[in-house]
Protein backbone atom coordinates (compact mmCIF):
# COMPACT_ATOMS: atom_id res chain seq x y z
CA UNK A 1 0.00 0.00 0.00
CA UNK A 2 3.07 2.21 1.21
CA UNK A 3 4.47 1.63 -2.50
CA UNK A 4 1.35 2.25 -4.75
CA UNK A 5 1.25 5.91 -2.48
CA UNK A 6 4.28 6.57 -3.02
CA UNK A 7 3.87 5.88 -7.24
CA UNK A 8 6.97 3.17 -6.42
CA UNK A 9 5.73 0.34 -8.17
CA UNK A 10 6.67 -0.34 -11.83
CA UNK A 11 4.91 -3.11 -14.36
CA UNK A 12 8.26 -4.70 -16.01
CA UNK A 13 8.93 -4.99 -19.36
CA UNK A 14 8.91 -8.68 -20.31
CA UNK A 15 11.87 -9.95 -22.49
CA UNK A 16 11.86 -10.85 -25.91
CA UNK A 17 9.25 -12.98 -27.19
CA UNK A 18 10.45 -16.48 -27.30
CA UNK A 19 7.04 -18.23 -29.39
CA UNK A 20 6.42 -20.26 -26.87
CA UNK A 21 2.28 -20.09 -25.31
CA UNK A 22 0.95 -21.24 -22.06
CA UNK A 23 -1.60 -21.96 -20.41
CA UNK A 24 -2.37 -21.82 -16.95
CA UNK A 25 -5.34 -23.18 -15.14
CA UNK A 26 -6.43 -21.79 -12.27
CA UNK A 27 -6.44 -17.59 -11.32
CA UNK A 28 -5.52 -17.43 -7.76
CA UNK A 29 -1.95 -16.44 -5.89
CA UNK A 30 -0.08 -19.79 -7.33
CA UNK A 31 -1.30 -19.12 -10.70
CA UNK A 32 -1.15 -15.41 -11.26
CA UNK A 33 2.43 -15.31 -9.47
CA UNK A 34 3.43 -18.34 -12.30
CA UNK A 35 2.16 -15.95 -15.13
CA UNK A 36 3.87 -12.94 -13.94
CA UNK A 37 7.14 -14.62 -14.22
CA UNK A 38 6.59 -16.58 -17.04
CA UNK A 39 5.28 -13.55 -18.96
CA UNK A 40 8.82 -11.61 -17.76
CA UNK A 41 10.64 -14.37 -19.43
CA UNK A 42 8.98 -13.72 -22.47
CA UNK A 43 6.25 -16.24 -23.31
CA UNK A 44 2.84 -15.64 -24.04
CA UNK A 45 0.79 -16.70 -21.09
CA UNK A 46 -2.89 -16.72 -20.55
CA UNK A 47 -4.87 -17.77 -17.01
CA UNK A 48 -7.93 -20.18 -17.13
CA UNK A 49 -10.34 -19.07 -14.56
CA UNK A 50 -13.49 -20.48 -14.17
CA UNK A 51 -15.38 -17.60 -11.80
CA UNK A 52 -16.30 -14.19 -12.40
CA UNK A 53 -13.08 -12.57 -10.55
CA UNK A 54 -9.19 -14.06 -10.74
CA UNK A 55 -7.61 -14.26 -6.84
CA UNK A 56 -8.38 -17.25 -5.59
CA UNK A 57 -9.26 -17.39 -1.83
CA UNK A 58 -7.65 -13.62 -1.38
CA UNK A 59 -10.53 -12.48 -3.42
CA UNK A 60 -13.34 -15.29 -3.03
CA UNK A 61 -12.23 -16.95 0.49
CA UNK A 62 -10.93 -14.10 3.36
CA UNK A 63 -14.08 -11.38 3.85
CA UNK A 64 -13.97 -8.43 2.68
CA UNK A 65 -12.97 -7.01 5.99
CA UNK A 66 -9.94 -8.62 6.17
CA UNK A 67 -8.33 -7.99 2.98
CA UNK A 68 -10.50 -5.38 0.13
CA UNK A 69 -11.43 -7.04 -3.27
CA UNK A 70 -9.79 -3.48 -4.25
CA UNK A 71 -6.58 -4.13 -3.00
CA UNK A 72 -6.37 -7.63 -4.23
CA UNK A 73 -7.53 -6.35 -8.00
CA UNK A 74 -4.75 -3.78 -7.82
CA UNK A 75 -2.52 -6.92 -7.93
CA UNK A 76 -4.53 -9.00 -10.25
CA UNK A 77 -4.87 -5.61 -12.91
CA UNK A 78 -0.57 -5.30 -12.62
CA UNK A 79 -0.14 -8.68 -13.34
CA UNK A 80 -2.40 -8.11 -16.57
CA UNK A 81 -0.59 -5.07 -17.66
CA UNK A 82 2.11 -7.24 -18.27
CA UNK A 83 0.59 -8.82 -20.94
CA UNK A 84 -0.61 -11.51 -19.08
CA UNK A 85 -4.45 -12.52 -20.65
CA UNK A 86 -6.78 -13.57 -17.93
CA UNK A 87 -9.81 -15.11 -19.06
CA UNK A 88 -13.01 -15.14 -16.24
CA UNK A 89 -15.84 -17.39 -16.55
CA UNK A 90 -13.63 -19.69 -18.57
CA UNK A 91 -13.20 -23.68 -16.57
CA UNK A 92 -11.29 -25.97 -18.10
CA UNK A 93 -13.16 -29.18 -18.96
CA UNK A 94 -9.84 -30.86 -20.13
CA UNK A 95 -6.17 -30.19 -20.09
CA UNK A 96 -5.42 -32.63 -22.62
CA UNK A 97 -7.50 -30.60 -25.11
CA UNK A 98 -5.68 -27.54 -23.80
CA UNK A 99 -2.49 -28.76 -24.55
CA UNK A 100 -3.26 -29.15 -28.61
CA UNK A 101 -3.15 -25.07 -28.33
CA UNK A 102 -0.31 -24.09 -26.05
CA UNK A 103 3.67 -25.47 -25.48
CA UNK A 104 2.74 -26.80 -21.73
CA UNK A 105 0.07 -26.05 -19.25
CA UNK A 106 0.27 -25.33 -15.70
CA UNK A 107 -2.58 -26.90 -13.52
CA UNK A 108 -2.94 -24.08 -10.03
CA UNK A 109 -6.28 -25.13 -9.13
CA UNK A 110 -5.92 -24.69 -5.62
CA UNK A 111 -8.10 -25.70 -2.76
CA UNK A 112 -11.40 -24.62 -3.98
CA UNK A 113 -13.88 -27.07 -2.68
CA UNK A 114 -15.08 -27.39 0.96
CA UNK A 115 -15.24 -30.48 3.27
CA UNK A 116 -18.30 -31.74 5.15
CA UNK A 117 -18.56 -33.83 7.90
CA UNK A 118 -19.13 -36.92 5.41
CA UNK A 119 -19.16 -39.71 8.29
CA UNK A 120 -22.04 -38.11 9.79
CA UNK A 121 -25.53 -38.84 8.54
CA UNK A 122 -27.50 -35.76 7.32
CA UNK A 123 -24.00 -34.11 5.87
CA UNK A 124 -25.39 -34.11 2.38
CA UNK A 125 -28.74 -32.56 3.82
CA UNK A 126 -30.46 -29.58 1.86
CA UNK A 127 -28.94 -26.49 3.96
CA UNK A 128 -26.09 -27.85 5.05
CA UNK A 129 -22.93 -26.22 3.26
CA UNK A 130 -19.32 -25.67 3.67
CA UNK A 131 -17.35 -22.04 4.61
CA UNK A 132 -16.22 -21.86 1.53
CA UNK A 133 -19.31 -21.85 -0.42
CA UNK A 134 -20.90 -19.58 1.93
CA UNK A 135 -17.68 -17.22 1.94
CA UNK A 136 -17.11 -17.51 -1.69
CA UNK A 137 -20.77 -16.46 -2.56
CA UNK A 138 -20.82 -13.23 -0.22
CA UNK A 139 -17.27 -12.45 -1.92
CA UNK A 140 -18.43 -12.27 -5.34
CA UNK A 141 -21.61 -11.00 -5.15
CA UNK A 142 -20.17 -8.06 -2.92
CA UNK A 143 -18.29 -7.58 -6.76
CA UNK A 144 -21.19 -9.11 -9.25
CA UNK A 145 -24.94 -8.47 -7.98
CA UNK A 146 -25.63 -10.90 -10.38
CA UNK A 147 -23.92 -13.44 -9.58
CA UNK A 148 -25.99 -16.66 -8.10
CA UNK A 149 -25.65 -19.62 -6.08
CA UNK A 150 -27.63 -21.98 -4.48
CA UNK A 151 -27.94 -21.11 -0.42
CA UNK A 152 -30.61 -20.54 0.74
CA UNK A 153 -29.56 -19.73 4.88
CA UNK A 154 -32.39 -18.76 5.99
CA UNK A 155 -32.48 -16.19 9.39
CA UNK A 156 -30.68 -17.92 11.66
CA UNK A 157 -27.46 -20.27 11.00
CA UNK A 158 -25.51 -22.66 13.03
CA UNK A 159 -21.59 -22.87 12.26
CA UNK A 160 -19.70 -26.31 13.52
CA UNK A 161 -16.02 -25.55 14.14
CA UNK A 162 -14.08 -23.13 16.35
CA UNK A 163 -10.66 -22.07 14.53
CA UNK A 164 -10.94 -18.73 12.31
CA UNK A 165 -12.27 -20.20 9.46
CA UNK A 166 -15.62 -20.53 11.39
CA UNK A 167 -15.31 -16.90 13.09
CA UNK A 168 -14.51 -15.65 9.51
CA UNK A 169 -17.89 -17.59 8.50
CA UNK A 170 -20.28 -15.98 11.38
CA UNK A 171 -18.84 -12.22 11.04
CA UNK A 172 -19.65 -12.07 7.28
CA UNK A 173 -23.02 -14.06 8.24
CA UNK A 174 -23.88 -11.45 10.73
CA UNK A 175 -23.06 -8.73 8.12
CA UNK A 176 -25.65 -10.27 5.78
CA UNK A 177 -28.26 -10.05 8.35
CA UNK A 178 -28.16 -13.61 10.11
CA UNK A 179 -28.05 -15.00 13.31
CA UNK A 180 -25.51 -17.36 14.59
CA UNK A 181 -24.48 -20.29 16.52
CA UNK A 182 -21.59 -21.96 16.57
CA UNK A 183 -20.50 -25.27 18.12
CA UNK A 184 -17.63 -26.66 18.45
CA UNK A 185 -15.72 -29.24 20.56
CA UNK A 186 -13.82 -26.30 22.54
CA UNK A 187 -15.34 -24.50 24.79
CA UNK A 188 -14.31 -20.87 25.35
CA UNK A 189 -11.04 -19.67 25.81
CA UNK A 190 -9.83 -22.99 24.66
CA UNK A 191 -11.39 -22.56 21.04
CA UNK A 192 -8.95 -22.74 18.52
CA UNK A 193 -9.30 -19.35 16.65
CA UNK A 194 -7.09 -16.33 17.51
CA UNK A 195 -8.01 -14.49 20.49
CA UNK A 196 -8.42 -10.91 19.06
CA UNK A 197 -10.91 -13.08 16.48
CA UNK A 198 -13.10 -13.98 19.01
CA UNK A 199 -12.88 -10.52 20.63
CA UNK A 200 -14.22 -8.85 17.34
CA UNK A 201 -16.72 -11.92 16.67
CA UNK A 202 -18.16 -11.26 20.08
CA UNK A 203 -18.74 -7.59 19.59
CA UNK A 204 -20.52 -7.62 16.30
CA UNK A 205 -23.08 -10.29 17.66
CA UNK A 206 -22.20 -13.27 17.24
CA UNK A 207 -22.40 -15.89 20.44
CA UNK A 208 -18.52 -16.90 20.52
CA UNK A 209 -17.58 -20.03 23.18
CA UNK A 210 -21.09 -19.79 24.43
CA UNK A 211 -21.57 -23.22 23.72
CA UNK A 212 -19.78 -26.12 22.96
CA UNK A 213 -20.27 -30.13 22.85
CA UNK A 214 -17.35 -31.58 24.42
CA UNK A 215 -17.60 -35.25 23.66
CA UNK A 216 -15.49 -36.43 20.47
CA UNK A 217 -16.97 -39.93 21.14
CA UNK A 218 -20.36 -38.55 20.29
CA UNK A 219 -19.38 -36.48 17.66
CA UNK A 220 -17.99 -39.51 16.14
CA UNK A 221 -20.77 -41.89 16.69
CA UNK A 222 -23.83 -39.71 16.99
CA UNK A 223 -27.05 -41.14 19.26
CA UNK A 224 -30.63 -40.39 20.01
CA UNK A 225 -29.17 -38.79 22.98
CA UNK A 226 -26.66 -36.43 21.61
CA UNK A 227 -29.05 -33.64 20.59
CA UNK A 228 -26.76 -31.07 19.69
CA UNK A 229 -25.67 -33.19 17.03
CA UNK A 230 -28.31 -34.47 15.97
CA UNK A 231 -30.21 -31.13 15.41
CA UNK A 232 -27.08 -29.79 13.72
CA UNK A 233 -26.24 -32.88 11.64
CA UNK A 234 -29.69 -34.88 10.87
CA UNK A 235 -31.95 -31.64 11.67
CA UNK A 236 -34.27 -34.64 13.95
CA UNK A 237 -33.90 -34.17 17.65
CA UNK A 238 -35.39 -36.31 19.46
CA UNK A 239 -38.96 -35.16 20.82
CA UNK A 240 -39.07 -32.71 23.94
CA UNK A 241 -35.10 -32.00 23.12
CA UNK A 242 -33.73 -28.59 23.88
CA UNK A 243 -31.65 -27.55 20.78
CA UNK A 244 -30.37 -24.40 19.07
CA UNK A 245 -32.65 -22.69 16.56
CA UNK A 246 -30.95 -22.94 12.92
CA UNK A 247 -32.43 -22.67 9.40
CA UNK A 248 -29.10 -24.03 8.06
CA UNK A 249 -25.35 -25.23 8.82
CA UNK A 250 -22.21 -24.06 7.68
CA UNK A 251 -19.20 -26.34 8.20
CA UNK A 252 -16.26 -25.27 8.60
CA UNK A 253 -13.42 -28.30 8.24
CA UNK A 254 -11.10 -26.93 5.34
CA UNK A 255 -10.82 -27.40 1.76
CA UNK A 256 -9.21 -29.37 -0.60
CA UNK A 257 -8.23 -29.44 -4.71
CA UNK A 258 -10.69 -30.01 -7.56
CA UNK A 259 -8.84 -31.88 -10.34
CA UNK A 260 -11.62 -33.14 -12.43
CA UNK A 261 -9.91 -31.62 -15.62
CA UNK A 262 -7.20 -33.58 -15.57
CA UNK A 263 -9.31 -36.89 -15.65
CA UNK A 264 -10.09 -39.36 -16.77
CA UNK A 265 -7.49 -38.40 -19.78
CA UNK A 266 -4.38 -37.24 -17.39
CA UNK A 267 -3.47 -39.75 -14.28
CA UNK A 268 -2.58 -37.56 -11.51
CA UNK A 269 0.52 -38.16 -9.44
CA UNK A 270 0.80 -36.67 -5.93
CA UNK A 271 3.59 -36.76 -3.12
CA UNK A 272 3.32 -35.32 0.19
CA UNK A 273 6.81 -33.34 0.85
CA UNK A 274 7.97 -32.60 4.09
CA UNK A 275 10.25 -29.04 5.12
CA UNK A 276 13.51 -30.28 5.83
CA UNK A 277 14.16 -29.77 9.48
CA UNK A 278 16.06 -26.51 11.16
CA UNK A 279 19.23 -27.55 12.65
Known sequence: DWERANNMISVPTPKPDTGKKVAVVGGGPCGLTAAYYLRKLGHDVTVYEKDPIAGGHMSKGMPEFRIPFADVNKEV???AETGVKILTNTPVENVAELKKDYDAVLVTVGTSVGKKLSYLPGSDFRNVYTAVQLLKFNRIKLVDPSYEMDLDLGKTVSIIGGGNVSIDVARTLRRMGCEVNIVCLEKGEKMLADKQEIKEAREEGAPVGARSWSSSRNLER????????????????????????????????????????????????????????RR
Open 222 to 277: PTRESQLVEDYVTLAPPPGASVLGRDSKVNEWGSFEYLSCLLPAEPVKTRRVRPPR
Open 77 to 79: NAI
